[in-house]
C-alpha cells in the first residue's frame, strides 16, 4: 500500500470513528477496537496477527499507564473531600486583591488538573467560579472561558495527567522535563490567552448557575475577606498544595538529579538509584495519595461531609472514608479512563506496525515545514476527529512514533507538541465540552463554541509558537 493510499484508508477509518462515537453511540472503548481492527485487516494483517497488534498495544499502554491513572483518580478523591481546591482558590483570591476573578477558579483548575481527571477538575472548579460569578457580577462567559482553558492547557501538556503521560511514555521522552517544559509553556500560553481574550469574553453576560448561588447575594466590596470561600475546616494554602505538589516535584526532581549526575561517576551510583525510585510516576502519585489520605485526618469534617455528598453513606469508621470509599470512588472514575486509553494503545500499535507508515514518513519530511509542526497537526486532526484529549494524543502517537529519527525532534518536543495540537478544536464530539456547558451554564452550541473552543484554539495556538520559538533555538 502507497503512503497516499494508506492516508486515505486512515482518514477513513478516523471518520468510521466519528461516526461510530457521535452518531451511533458507541462507547469509544469498542469504536476503538473495531476501527483498529478494520486498519489492520485493509492493511494486509491476517486476522490472528491483527488481533495479536491489539492485544499488545492494549497491553502495553495498560502496564505502564494502569496504575498511575488509579492512583491519580483516588488522589482526585482526597483533592475534593479534603476541601483542598478550595484552599487553593482562596489562595489565588488573595494574590490577586481579590481582582480578576476570573482567574481564582482559572489557576486553581490548573494547578488540580495536573493529577486530577478533567471532568473531576470541571465540577471542583465550576462551583467556585459560580459563586463568584454572583459575589463580583462576573459573567459566566468570562469564568467558563479562563477555567476551562487552564484546566485543559496542563490535561494536554503536564503529565502525569493520562494522556500526555501515555504519549510521554510511548515517546519514551524524560517525565521530568515534560513536566518542567510543560508547565512553563502552558503558564505563559494562559496568561497571554487572558490577555487576548478577556475583553471579548466580558461583551457576553451569562447567569451562573442558579442552583448553586442560591441564597448568595452580590457584593459591591473589594475586600477580600468578603470574597474568600469561608467554609470551615478548610486545609491551609500550603497543605493544599502539597496534594498536587509533591507527584509532580519528585517526577521533575528526580529527572533533574538524573540530569545533573555524569553516568561516569560511580560513587554517584547510590543518588540515581535514590533519584530513579522517586521520580517513578507511581511512586510519585502513591506518594501524593498517602501524604493526601494523611491530611484528611486532620479535617475529618470536611471529608465525612463531601464523602457523604458523593456517595450517600458515611461510614462509622473514618479510615473506611479514605481507605475504601475513596479508591471505590476512585476506581469507579478510572475505569473509563482506562479501557479507553488502553485501546488508544492499541489502535496507535496498528498504526505504527503499518508497512506503509515508512514511506509516509519520506513524504512528510519533504514537506516545506519546521519539524515539530508534523506532531502538533497530527494531534489537531487527532482532536477534531475523536473528541478526546487522551484518544488524540496516543493516535497521534501511531503516526508520529515511526517518524522520530526522521523528524529529529526531541522527544520532549515532540510529547508536547502533540499536547498543544490536542488543545485545538475542542467541540461537541468531547464529552468534556458538555460537562464544561453544563457546570458553566452554556445553554447554547454556540455559546460553547464560543467559551470552550475558540480559548482553547487560542491557548494551543500560543503554546505552539513558544514550544516553536524553544525548538528554533534548541532548549527543548
Known amino acids: 500500500m502507497s503512503a497516499v493510499l494508506f492516508l486515505i484508508t486512515l482518514v477513513i477509518a478516523i471518520a468510521i470513528l466519528v461516526v461510530l462515537i457521535m452518531k451511533v453511540k458507541l462507547h469509544p472503548t469498542f469504536a476503538l477496537f473495531l476501527v483498529g481492527l478494520g486498519m489492520a485487516l485493509v492493511n494486509g494483517f491476517p486476522f490472528m496477527e491483527a488481533m495479536g497488534l491489539l492485544t499488545k498495544g492494549f497491553g502495553n499502554t495498560l502496564g505502564s499507564l494502569g496504575i498511575p491513572i488509579m492512583l491519580g483518580a483516588i488522589l482526585a478523591m482526597g483533592v475534593q473531600d479534603t476541601g483542598a481546591a478550595k484552599a487553593i482558590a482562596n489562595f489565588f483570591i488573595r494574590l490577586f486583591h481579590g481582582k480578576n476573578l476570573e482567574l481564582a477558579p482559572a489557576l486553581t483548575a490548573y494547578v488540580v488538573s ?18 463568584l460569578s454572583k459575589r463580583k457580577h462576573i459573567s459566566m462567559s468570562t469564568m467558563a472561558s479562563f477555567t476551562q482553558t487552564g484546566l485543559n492547557l496542563t490535561h494536554a501538556m503536564v503529565p502525569p495527567t493520562p494522556g500526555i503521560l501515555a504519549v510521554s511514555v510511548a515517546l519514551s521522552a524524560d517525565l521530568g522535563m515534560v513536566i518542567t517544559w510543560g508547565i512553563v509553556i502552558t503558564a505563559i500560553a494562559f496568561f497571554l490567552t487572558w490577555l487576548v481574550l478577556k475583553k471579548w469574553c466580558e461583551k457576553e453576560w451569562i447567569e451562573p448557575v442558579p442552583a448553586v448561588v442560591e441564597g448568595i447575594e452580590e457584593t459591591k466590596s473589594n475586600s ?15 497543605a493544599a498544595f502539597l496534594t498536587i505538589l509533591i507527584p509532580v516535584v519528585l517526577i521533575a526532581g528526580g529527572s533533574f538529579i538524573n540530569m545533573s549526575i555524569p553516568e561516569s561517576v560511580a560513587e554517584d551510583a547510590m543518588i540515581r538509584t535514590v533519584a530513579a525510585i522517586m521520580s517513578d510516576k507511581v511512586v510519585a502519585l502513591g506518594a501524593g495519595v498517602i501524604y493526601t489520605m494523611i491530611l484528611a485526618t486532620f479535617h475529618k469534617k470536611s471529608v465525612r ?3 457523604l455528598e458523593s456517595t450517600g453513606s458515611d461510614p462509622k469508621g473514618f479510615n473506611e472514608v479514605v481507605l475504601n470509599s475513596w479508591i471505590a470512588r476512585g476506581l469507579e472514575v478510572a475505569l473509563a479512563a482506562l479501557l479507553i486509553t488502553a485501546m488508544g494503545g492499541a489502535f496507535s500499535e496498528v498504526i505504527k506496525a503499518c508497512p506503509a507508515i515508512g514511506e509516509l514518513t519520506e513524504l512528510i519530511d519533504k514537506l516545506p515545514i519546521p519539524a515539530i509542526l508534523i506532531p502538533f497537526f497530527c494531534g489537531a486532526i487527532m482532536m477534531t476527529a475523536v473528541g478526546s484529549m487522551t484518544t488524540a494524543g496516543i493516535t497521534a502517537v501511531g503516526v508520529v512514533g515511526p517518524m522520530m529519527a526522521t523528524l529529529g525532534l526531541s522527544p520532549v518536543a515532540a510529547t508536547l507538541a502533540i499536547g498543544a495540537g490536542t488543545l485545538c478544536f475542542n467541540h461537541v464530539s468531547n464529552s468534556g465540552f458538555w460537562v464544561v456547558s453544563r457546570f458553566f451554564n452554556l445553554g447554547t452550541i454556540t455559546q460553547g463554541l464560543k467559551y470552550i473552543t475558540i480559548p482553547d484554539a487560542v491557548a494551543g495556538v500560543f503554546s505552539m509558537i513558544l514550544l516553536l520559538i524553544c525548538n528554533m533555538i534548541g532548549i527543548i
Open 114 to 131: 495536573i493529577p486530577v481527571f478533567g471532568d473531576i477538575t470541571t465540577i471542583l472548579c465550576s462551583n467556585i467560579a459560580n459563586v
Open 224 to 238: 477580600v475577606s468578603d470574597i474568600l470561600i469561608n467554609e470551615p475546616d478548610l486545609p491551609n494554602t500550603f
Open 305 to 307: 461531609a463531601s464523602n
